[in-house]
């Protein structure tokens, strides 16, 4: 069988119809929209304070937490000229959020969060000679991890932390959820509460690779925000002011203010919803976006205390109430017994020690032998008291601040360790004062107590540099075995982290030291 070549008509035939089938091809793919991520937002509602961006606190350690969220954007990205919308891009846009979060150390907090386009829609492309958005795909998922520097808690002004968010290469390009690149996000992340509300700041510089969109530039960026957030009760208010400052030629500055509300069932679960409108035209940044979603606590990563007895320090349940301590007069009237059918005699009158005549019996006096009002404990009020005297305990109104995890008294309690040894010195007839340590149950018990034993014979190394007799005091830490209020809430468990005052009656005193074991 013999091969014949083609005429040169057919050669010519089947060069037109692969030039036409390529031109069909070219056709139908035209070239996609330039890769970025039009996500702005990092969405973290894993956060203890904030649920936008971060405010320096991290979870509480063994404490694991996740989230799920729902977000619509209205007009994230448009088509400017001459400053001015003129089309739409990407009309709506709706998200769902996963993110999780864990804290294995008082210092460190993990997380990662997972956005997911579930659908978005726009104007066609086609007369711009670009391909089609894609409406769905998975969006650029970031690895979060934030270290503690400072923490409110410890005695410092502030929490701060210091905080690393990674994106990894994974988002759909065609949808406008990643360009394929590694992203990175470092921020430092300050807050500090006044009474019921939290303040903070946090700014950082988001790095990536430069992206020419249209007449502008898509690049890395400094974000910085500012968050107010109620955080007393069940219902809290939040209000966070968004801005970036752009690092590459070409693009443009963006912000956005939110506000919303969250609602916390218990402590481990809440819902909550935000929403605000965004402030320029930069590509990422909507006319406005809605949030809603819920934060949960699956499970406690932490050991439970168990319940070992220990010996405890006698307690009557109206030890705290100081019936008759300090009274307005000098004397008191000691009523005898009557028997039945006989007059009742005259009452013996027992005279009450004021060496300073203030109205305060010396014995519940912080300062015996200088007059003040009852209001000041006895003292003057040039010196306001933060201690004071009950039959059976020493009672403190600030708390006693320890460094982070160790036993050390921080200098700014430095000023109520003053008055305490001031008063146990004004008042040599107790015998014996028993320091006590307590702590919450986060963490293994038998290193609460040997953390509150520790921190009990810290503070009573600082009373006896301050005068008083090492023989008067006997340290004790009791870790998480009596405490003070649930450790179900945040509350409860940081007024259970204290120290207490407790007084011996003579009778039962025995000579201790400030360097003896826990029982």
């Known amino acids: 069988m013999r091969f014949t070549p083609p005429s040169t008509w057919s050669r010519l035939a089947c060069a037109v119809l692969l030039l036409l089938s390529g031109t069909v091809a070219v056709a139908a793919e035209p070239p996609p929209l330039p890769a970025f991520d039009l996500e702005r937002l990092i969405v973290t509602p894993t956060s203890r304070g904030a649920l936008l961006g971060s405010d320096g606190l991290l979870l509480e350690p063994g404490t694991l937490r996740l989230a799920v969220v ?3 954007q209205h007009h994230p990205l448009v088509m400017v000229r001459d400053g001015r919308r003129v089309g739409e891009v990407v009309r709506e846009r709706a998200l769902l959020h996963l993110a999780v979060a ?9 997380g990662a969060a997972v956005p997911v386009l579930l659908g978005q829609g726009g104007m066609s492309l086609a007369g711009l000679g670009l391909g089609e958005l894609r409406r769905s795909g998975l969006g650029t998922p970031l690895v979060r991890a934030r270290v503690g520097l400072l923490r409110e808690a410890d005695g410092a002004l502030v929490d701060l ?15 406008l959820m990643g360009d394929g690149r590694w992203s990175v996000t470092p921020r430092l992340a300050v ?6 509300m939290r303040v903070s700041l946090e700014a950082g510089t988001r790095l990536r690779e430069r992206v020419q969109v249209g007449t502008h530039a898509v690049g890395s960026e400094l974000p910085f925000a500012l968050g107010v957030t109620n955080v007393d009760g069940s219902l809290r208010g939040e209000l966070s002011v968004r801005a970036a400052a752009p690092l590459t030629g070409g693009s443009l500055w963006s912000g956005e203010v939110l506000a919303g509300a969250r609602y916390l ?13 965004g402030l320029g035209v930069a590509p990422g940044v909507p006319a406005f976006r809605v949030l809603m979603g819920m934060g949960f606590d699956p499970l406690r990563l932490k050991q439970e205390a168990p319940s070992v007895p220990l010996p405890a320090v006698a307690r009557e349940p109206d030890s705290d109430v100081r019936d008759g301590l300090p009274g307005e007069d000098t004397l008191a009237l000691v009523e005898p017994e009557v028997e039945d059918g006989a007059a009742p005699p005259e009452p013996d009158v027992v005279e009450v020690l004021d060496m300073d005549a203030d109205t305060v019996a010396d014995g519940m006096d912080n300062c015996p032998r200088e007059p003040g009002p009852p209001s000041n404990q006895g003292c003057p009020e040039s010196v306001r008291q933060v201690v004071y005297l009950t039959e059976k ?4 109104t600030e708390r006693i601040f320890f460094a982070f995890d160790r036993a050390e008294v921080l200098p700014r309690s430095y000023p109520l360790m003053d008055q305490v040894a001031k008063v146990l010195r004004e008042h040599p007839e107790l015998e014996q004062v ?38 008067r005091l ?14 179900d809430t945040s509350a409860g468990r940081e007024r259970n982290r204290r120290v207490e005052f407790h007084i011996i009656p003579p009778a039962t005193a025995t000579p201790g030291s400030a360097h003896e074991a826990t029982p």
């Open 434 to 471: 028993v320091v006590e340590g307590h702590t919450d149950n986060i963490g293994p018990a038998s290193y609460n107590r040997r953390l509150s034993q520790a921190r009990a014979e810290s503070v009573c190394r600082q009373l006896e540099r301050r005068g008083v007799e090492a023989k």
């Open 102 to 110: 864990v804290a294995p150390h008082p210092r460190l907090e993990v």
């Open 191 to 196: 807050g500090r509460k006044f009474d019921r």
């Open 474 to 487: 006997r340290a004790v830490g009791r870790g998480p075995d009596v405490p003070a209020d649930t450790n």
């Open 161 to 175: 932390a210091a905080e690393v968010d990674a994106g990894l290469p994974l988002g759909r390009r065609e949808a």
């Open 70 to 72: 729902t977000h619509y």
């Open 393 to 396: 305990t020493l009672e403190i």
């Open 265 to 277: 069932f218990s402590e481990r679960f809440e819902v909550f919803a935000l929403g605000g409108p």
